[in-house]
Each structure stands twice: as C-alpha cells, then as structure tokens.
C-alpha cells in the first residue's frame, strides 16, 4: 500500500496542508485543539511521522509520575490489568503521564507499605490493591503527609487516609452472588464460601452481602464459615475437596477472592459440576475455559479499562487541584458472564 502522504493527513484531519506543516515543523503556533486533531488523524492511518508529531506535543504539557503497585505477577488478571493501565496514561493526550509498576511478592502487608512508602519522592501520586491492615495505613498516611495522594484498586484500604477507591460495590457484589446461586440450586443445601484472607475489605464486604442476602431472602439454605485460601490454587483445590467430602449436600461454591483456579480443577475432580454451582471473579483464559465447559455458573469481571481511565482523569484532577476534603469511591459495574454469553 502507498504510504499516507501530508496531503492525506490534511485531508483526515480536516485542516490544510500549511496547517499540518506547522504542526510537522513547530512553526507559528496552531491551536492546541488543531494540533490533537492531526497527531490523532496520524496515528488514525498510519502517517509515517506520527510519534514524532505525538512527541512534539508531549513536549509542552505537563509530566506527571504515576506508581501502581499491584499483585500476582504472573497472574493473567494482574498482567492484563498491568496492561489496561499503561494503555489509559497512553491515552491522555493533553498531559504525559508516566505510570511505573510494581509488583508485590507476597500478600504480606508489610510489603505493600514498604512499596508505597518507595514511590515516595518519585511520583506525584500512587494506586494500589493491598489488604486494609494498619501497617499500609500508616504508609498511605506518610504520603499524604508529603502530598501524595494514594488510591486503592479493587478492595479498599486506609480509609480516611487513602484519597479514593475504584472497584466495584463488593456489597452489591456478594449479595447479587447469593442472589444467583441460591436461583439456580435444585435444591436447599449448604454453600462454600471462599476469601483471600479477613484483611481484604472487598472481601470481606463480599462475604457480609452474600451472608445478608441468605438470610433475608433464602434461609432454607446454609453458608458455612468462611474459608481463607491466601488466594492460592492448591490451598483452595484441597480445601473445597475436603468440603464436598464432608458436605454432599453442598450446592454452592463462591469464591469472593482469587484461588479460583483450585475450585475449578476441585469441581473437574470431584466430577460435581452438574450438581455444584459456582461463581468466581474474572475472566482469565482458564476461568473462561471452565466456563465453556460448564465447570463453573458464572464470573463476574471487572471493566479494567474503564476503572483505568477513570482512574487516570482522577488522578490528574487531584494533583492539579489538590486532594479532596471528603475523598470518596468510585464504583464500576462488574460484567456477569455465563456459559451462554460468552
């Protein structure tokens, strides 16, 4: 195919060739308003000087340094997450936004704060998903005390501290949960119910709705206690094992947290699926599998890339304009996919 010319650059954009001459070569000012109208009709079809045409109006704008840290390295979620991220700062096109990534080790809380309190000095604000646990507290504490601002991903923490949370209504969450496996049980039996631990409030707000929902609409139905896998696979396969040995009469399985991968390949053991439901969060290339193979009900999957640009748009609004007196939530609406919609 034949390389876009200026002239068709001029053309996709709706200005004049002198136009996107001084936008190519910086001479006499254009509006900044033109000037987003031709770098975005560049990168539109594929214009050989498009980077540097973005790279020319970058130059002008103010930078600002973003932290995230995040869990699960490895983990198919995270990494997309990782990567919904990077491309919502990428999309900004009126500021340069410069995200860096880390990735805690473990669920340790000790770890978390000991990242935050690294991004000191470095970034002009931070985002993280961590358990609400007093020693992460502390840290999102000293950065607000040095004016950063800190926001927390998926399940909240430090509130009263931390500046904002973007996730979902956990409450809502765990009382649609209940809502559905209590629907489709053939009959009244027991439900499993699993967390990552009790200092995960998305969690622990999960398992209080889907308690609350039992009692007030199904009490013909049982929840047992909750069980914490530290969202590992094989914690949470041996566990469920040992509940479906223990409970024939389980009909339903939860997992408000991460482990899922163990339900799965407990349920695909135990040969259960037709009798067990189960619910589980996000969509990763084995929960789908297990979804088209009707291991499992349903999975509820955070819009990451709307959490994202929300979350970036927010994040400048707060450096620019300060950090709020009432910091607040800012829910998403989870998508429910089942066997049949996806």
């Known amino acids: 195919m034949k390389r876009p010319t200026i002239h068709d650059l001029a053309h996709a954009a709706g200005v004049s060739t002198a136009t996107v001459d001084r936008v190519l070569n910086g001479r006499l000012p254009v509006r900044d308003e033109t000037a987003r109208k031709v770098s975005e009709a560049a990168e539109r079809i594929g214009y050989h000087g498009a980077n540097a045409i973005r790279q020319r109006l970058l130059a002008d704008m103010p930078e600002y340094r973003v932290g995230i840290v995040l869990q699960k390295e490895r983990h198919a979620f995270y990494q997309s997450f990782a990567a919904n991220l990077t491309q919502a700062a990428a999309e900004v096109h009126d500021r340069r936004l410069r995200v860096s990534i880390s990735f805690a080790q473990s669920s340790e809380p000790a770890e978390v704060a000991q990242l935050l309190l690294q991004t000191a000095g470095k970034v002009h604000a931070v985002a993280a998903t961590g358990l609400d646990h007093h020693d992460v ?6 950065l607000r005390a040095r004016g950063i601002p800190t926001f927390s ?3 909240d923490f430090a509130q009263g501290e931390r500046e ?3 996730g979902t209504n956990n ?8 809502w559905l496996l209590s629907r489709i049980a053939p009959q009244p039996g027991k439900m499993a119910l699993f967390v990552g631990g009790h200092r995960y409030h998305g969690h622990a707000l999960r398992e209080a709705g889907f308690r609350a929902y039992i009692r007030e609409y199904a009490p013909e139905f049982e929840v047992l206690d909750a069980i914490v896998n530290l969202e590992a696979r094989q914690l949470t396969q041996e566990a469920l094992l040992g509940v479906m040995s223990r409970h024939p009469d389980l009909v339903g399985v939860y997992c408000a947290g991460g482990g899922m991968e163990g339900a799965i390949a407990a349920l695909r053991e135990g040969n259960a699926a037709e009798r067990i ?10 929960s789908r599998q297990a979804l088209l193979e009707r291991r499992i009900t349903g999975v509820f999957q955070t819009p990451l890339r709307e959490l994202c640009a929300d979350l970036m748009t927010t994040i400048i609004h707060t450096i620019e304009n300060g950090m709020a ?4 939530q800012r829910f998403v609406v989870p998508t429910l996919w089942t066997p049949e919609s996806i």
């Open 137 to 142: 507290t502390n840290a999102v504490s000293t």
């Open 277 to 286: 439901s189960c619910l589980v969060h996000e969509m990763t290339p084995e």
């Open 153 to 155: 991903l998926l399940s």
């Open 171 to 178: 409450m809502k969450v765990g009382r649609t949960a209940a």
């Open 325 to 328: 007196e009432n910091p607040g």
């Open 164 to 166: 904002g949370y973007f």
